[in-house]
């Protein structure tokens, strides 16, 4: 079993860029694909990005490709989203999540979570 555990977001304006990190304790850290969700008000959980257990891979969902980077440090098991280039509609509760997987595995199988943290962007 592995903890997950989100750095403190914040309120960035539009344009500008957050660093969020998710420190993992309780497990083997290089044994789990990790992955990044959000969840904007009245809205559902949403897929962000994901990186392999090595972090050779990674994959990111059509709304934030090319502005976010998922990276993870497996000496610090750490797992940090780099979020560039924020628009208002990244407005959301940031989770981040694990899953015992090859490759980049399938989404439905995340099976840790980390308990959220509040990112704001204003316009």
């Known amino acids: 079993q592995v903890q997950l555990v989100e750095s403190v977001g914040g309120l960035v304006q539009a344009g500008g860029s957050l660093r969020l990190s998710c420190a993992a304790s309780g497990g083997i850290f290089s044994s789990y694909v990790m992955g990044w969700f959000r969840q904007a008000p009245a809205k559902e959980r949403e897929y962000v990005a994901r990186?392999?257990?090595?972090?050779?891979?990674?994959n990111y969902a059509d709304a934030v490709k090319g502005r976010f980077t998922i990276s993870r440090d497996n000496a610090k098991n750490l797992v940090y989203l780099q979020m560039g280039r924020l628009k208002p509609e990244d407005t959301a509760v940031y989770y981040c999540a694990a899953t015992i997987a090859f490759e980049l595995g399938p989404l439905t199988d995340f099976h840790s979570w980390g308990q959220g943290t509040q990112v704001t962007v204003s316009s």
């Open positions: 990186i392999s257990r090595s972090g050779y891979l990674t």
